[in-house]
């Protein structure tokens, strides 16, 4: 699949209504038990996550952080390792928001 064909699926959270997948969504990533360093599976979790908190409005963030932890189990992905990550990348966006927020109240 080429990377449309791979972030597809997030088109459906750009509108304001209910998401519906485009017709090329395969879902169709790289398998837990591929031969690639952990570190790349690892940051495809990462990715995929921050994708979702910047791209999708509230009301579907759920819905498309389902989608995405139940494709990963498919492809092998432990459900632990996929929690932890997800979760760990929402604490470094907040803080990370938290942080810029700061920034722009302290005049320099």
Avoid at 38 to 56: E, F, G, P, V
Avoid at 73 to 93: C, F, H, R, S
Wanted: hydrophobic share 25%.
């Amino acid at each position: 699949p080429t990377t449309t064909d791979a972030y597809a699926h997030y088109n459906r959270c750009l509108r304001p209504l209910q998401p519906m997948p485009t017709p090329t969504t395969t879902d169709a990533y790289t398998h837990y038990s591929s031969a690639i360093p952990q570190s790349t599976k690892d940051a495809l979790i990462r990715s995929l996550t921050r994708r979702a908190y910047n791209i999708c409005s509230p009301e579907h963030l759920n819905k498309e952080l389902f989608h995405i932890k139940k494709f990963l189990v498919n492809n092998g992905y432990p459900y632990q390792q996929i929690d932890l990550i997800m979760k760990q990348t929402k604490d470094t966006m907040q803080r990370s928001k938290k942080d810029a927020d700061k920034a722009v109240e302290e005049p320099s």
